[in-house]
């Protein structure tokens, strides 16, 4: 028997799409339906047989589906739980794929209360600054990882069929607490995020923009390569998880105003220390990494 | 006849090696002498057929050589011009690779007196994370820009002569004065430098910081791959550079310091427009750098 007979996929954008598009090619499923607003985007779905139909509608979408991805941007996670909440077969499995979780728990709490002990919180570590159903790879997860953040109320076979799920295209699933993620991913990939937009900012309103951009080399392309992103997502990740965004800020500020102090103060020893220490951290991650 | 008979490279690293073998290839000059302290990459250089013979005393590598390229760390700069000076033929052109120009200016008015009217300040914008002699190419200056920034001083034939060697190597040549080559280095290069340094410190001490860096993606790759850069070097910026550097950082604090205010009051509207505005400036930056 297949494991998911109904797969319904709110959101057919790059991570929605990748996901039905490798457990199609895996068997996984039977049947995949999509839910969006963008007419275009769902024909090119079906054309590229990732989606078998759709439906505009997120509570026509997911009648009678046994698995539920929601994989729109945070800030519309709320009102698709409120628009599904009935119409969800009793033991559908309903997953999100939001860089936040905190925030995506606290809607579940508010919207999805019949369905809490079924819902499995989660967030692929793995994107681009590419978006829409025609950046979607089914091979967009291999080796990338994926969070759970299952919370007390969640059951443990619901959560178990989720992990099955990613393990199938690919992904290594770990388990953690939401409040954990969101520092976490706060630390590795929101701070960065902000500090690439705020970059290319202060750099675009300078009265010689045009020629430092003129002298923009490698290393600034990709230094900036994540200010591509798309900004809604970015501006609903900053809403979605602002406490450990602002607490890493704070991080960040205190040893940037240091260093900016020991450059004033010409400080050879402490300069190169925190270069040193941060390439010496750098090349070790990376050698580790590519292993 | 071959323009340049005798080139002398004080430090044989990437940019000093790059830039001898791509003139040799070019049959642009006769004869390449070395200069640095270890021999072992001395004699690599040797062994790739970069240079032909060395010294580790830069006045003795400087003998009657007619064209001297300075690649040594803007720190040992000073140094070495006080080492040559008298070493040097009297209408020896002298050039530099230093990633500030001002300070580099200073050393020269200091210890190049009697050379002033030919020493050409130059700023090759190309480099690597990578250092030495073995990870130099003789196209790592194509297509790349050179910023030279001669003064009132300087003689005209002797910075075209230096022109044309950059352009031997395939470089596109850029005028400019040393004030503004700094403020447009500062912004483009050692201000992002600064940032991934900094960011890569601040994760680095954090309790967690095994598992932050276990969940590093693609994006924090790029993001911080100047921070594997040489410390040394980054130091010598800093501090050749200080001014400028402290200017941007504050331009960059500032507008930091306003997204964050923006994220703790929630303002959509602000944190949106940030966003948007860089992506549309980094999108049509390298749309336009890649044609």
New interface residues.
């Given amino acids: 028997m297949i494991p998911i007979q109904r797969l319904s996929i709110i959101g057919v954008g790059l991570i929605g799409a990748s996901l039905a598009s490798g457990l199609k090619k895996a068997g996984m499923c039977n049947e995949v339906i999509g839910c969006g607003r963008g007419v275009k985007n769902l024909e090119q779905a079906i054309d590229l047989g990732i989606i078998d139909r759709y439906y505009h509608d997120p509570a026509q979408a997911v009648e009678g589906a046994d698995m539920v991805v929601v994989a729109v941007p945070l800030g519309s996670i709320a009102k698709i739980f409120k628009s599904i909440n009935e119409a969800l077969l009793p033991q559908a499995i309903i997953t999100d794929v939001g860089s936040a979780k905190l925030s995506v728990i606290a809607d579940a709490k508010k919207y999805l209360n019949d369905h809490l002990a079924y819902f499995i919180p989660g967030h692929p ?3 681009s600054e590419k978006s829409g159903v025609t950046a979607a790879k089914s091979d967009l997860f291999a080796n ?2 994926v ?1 759970l953040t299952p919370t007390k109320e969640t059951n443990s076979e619901a959560s178990e069929m989720v992990q099955t799920m990613w393990e199938t295209v690919g992904a290594k699933v770990i388990n953690m607490s939401a409040a ?1 993620h969101d ?3 706060a ?3 929101h ?16 009265d ?1 923009k045009d ?7 490698g ?14 997502m ?2 609903d990740i ?2 979605s998880n ?1 406490d450990a ?2 607490q ?2 704070e ?3 205190t ?3 240091q ?2 102090e020991h ?2 103060q ?1 400080d ?1 020893e402490q ?2 220390a ?6 010496q ?3 070790e ?2 050698l580790i ?1 590519s292993k």
């Fill in positions: 570590i793995a994107g990338n990882r969070i954990h520092q976490v991913l630390a590795t990939s701070l960065p995020h902000l500090l690439a937009y705020s970059l290319v900012n202060t750099l675009s309103k300078m010689s020629e430092i951009f003129q002298f923009a080399a290393g600034f392309r990709d230094f900036t390569r994540i200010a591509s992103s798309d900004p809604q970015w501006h900053c809403l602002k965004i602002l890493m800020l991080y960040f500020n040893d940037l105003n260093l900016i450059i004033k010409q050879s300069i190169e925190i270069f040193s220490d941060a390439k951290v750098r090349d991650l990376f990494n």
